[in-house]
């Protein structure tokens, strides 16, 4: 049989907070962190869920700070509160070591810095281009800065799946355990996207809520009243090791990571499949990984971006999968917003605060459905529930499925 894998640390960076105590509570209280961006200002789309109170040369020291993007220092702060999660040492005492990996999924580089840069050029001002600009913005530099923070000295490398990255990085780091390449890896997503490059680009294409008089009202999962998802911005990275070994060093189990399935809708550049297909097929092979069948699953933690076809799509899967017994659903996205490739690492890391408490977490601003899929979505407040296994499903650009099944530790 292959190796059961623990999740025993968690790192959290996000709108709702700097700790999985604070993430917790906002996620539970269901109201939505969207606001005004002074970053976006005077663009059609001007507001965003930002996270707050972040002071990156208090957390890092001022050399690291300015070396790194805002998604880099994202990535560290939330792997060394991972690793003091997971009771592994404090940071700086030798390094993690050499079968220790980094496995983050980033969604693109760093469009801020790059806008500021390609300005200098503009300008035929090459000489003011910093010598920072790429170290600071190559999405693999996430891992790596981890690495070199942490000393962690095994595979090291970023994975890119469009909005899928957090959870295809969590998947690959579970197959270098189950391989034996790794003891130890460090995984989840990193991602800023509050760029006004990426704003304009989503609004070009449609895709984001247009509700500027009320932001707090614009990210709505499922709703019948969605009109576009809310950018968002953070980190999650869980500390993953194989159940034997977390035992053996008598490490706190949060939950243990059972099944992972990835493929591909293979049908358009950025519309999902409408019914669903590729979706559902990543679903059914999560369950046959996790050897768990539909009726062990005790709730969803959806995609739920508030695009009209992406959640028409998601409903559709779920509805393939489950029949007329879809688990209850909940979906973080209408409180934090959508941080593009770290929203499966955050939602992973959601799930498994869910099981751990027992507790579903209401979708920010669900008043109601629309269409022929009815799905039992979690609204209002929490709802208490005998969770069983929880899974957590992410979808992207190029039709990327990605799905993760965690049960309680």
């Known amino acids: ?69 805002r998604f880099i220092q994202f990535a560290l702060v939330a792997a060394r509160r991972a690793v003091v999660d997971a009771e592994l040492g404090a940071v700086g005492d ?44 190559v999405p693999s530099m996430a891992a ?13 490398f970023t994975t890119a799946s469009a909005c899928a990255s957090g959870t295809t990085a969590l998947g690959v780091a579970r197959d270098l355990l ?12 990193s991602e800023s996207a509050r760029s006004r490059m990426t704003a304009t680009c989503f609004t070009r294409m449609r895709a984001l809520s247009r509700r500027r008089e009320e932001p707090e009202l614009a990210s709505r999962p499922f709703d019948a009243r969605r009109d576009g998802f809310v950018l968002g911005e953070g980190a999650a990275v869980l ?35 409408p ?66 490739g770290a929203s499966g690492a955050i939602q992973a890391a959601y799930t498994v605060l869910a099981l751990r408490h027992g507790l579903v977490p209401p979708v920010a601003n669900f008043q109601g459905q629309d269409g022929d899929h009815k799905l039992d979505i979690v609204a209002g407040r929490p709802r208490p529930t005998a969770l069983g296994a929880g899974l957590s499903c992410s979808f992207g650009f190029g039709g990327q499925n990605a799905v993760l099944l965690f049960t309680a530790g």
Not at 97 to 123: D, M, P
Request: with cysteine.
């Open 1 to 69: 049989m292959p190796a059961e894998i623990a999740v025993t640390g968690l790192g959290l960076v996000t709108p709702a907070g700097h700790t999985p105590e604070e993430n917790w509570a906002a996620l539970c209280r269901g109201d939505s962190l969207a606001a005004r961006d002074p970053e976006l200002a005077g663009l059609p789309v001007d507001f965003s869920c930002q996270v707050t109170g972040f002071d990156p040369v208090a957390e890092l020291g001022r050399p690291l700070a300015r070396r790194a993007d």
């Open 94 to 137: 030798g390094g993690l070591g050499e079968r220790v990996g980094v496995v983050l999924g980033v969604g693109s580089n760093s469009l801020s810095s790059y806008v500021t840069e390609f300005g200098h050029l503009g300008a035929n001002r090459p000489e003011r281009v910093s010598p920072l600009a790429l170290p600071r913005s």
């Open 144 to 156: 790596g800065e981890v690495a070199i923070d942490l000393g962690a000295r095994g595979p090291n």
């Open 178 to 189: 189950r391989s034996g390449t790794c003891d130890l890896v460090l995984a989840g997503g």
């Open 239 to 273: 500390v993953l090791e194989r159940l034997t070994d977390a035992r053996a060093r008598r490490a706190r189990v949060l939950a243990v990571l059972r099944g992972y399935a990835a493929g591909a809708d293979a049908h358009h550049p950025v519309a999902p499949h």
């Open 275 to 340: 019914h669903g297909g590729g979706a559902a097929r990543a679903i059914t092979a999560a369950l046959h990984d996790a050897d768990c069948r539909p009726a062990d699953v005790g709730h969803v933690n959806a995609h739920g971006t508030g695009t009209p076809l992406n959640d028409a799509a998601e409903a559709a899967a779920l509805t393939r999968v489950f029949g007329d017994g879809v688990p209850p659903v909940t979906a973080a996205k209408g409180v934090i917003g959508h941080a593009l």
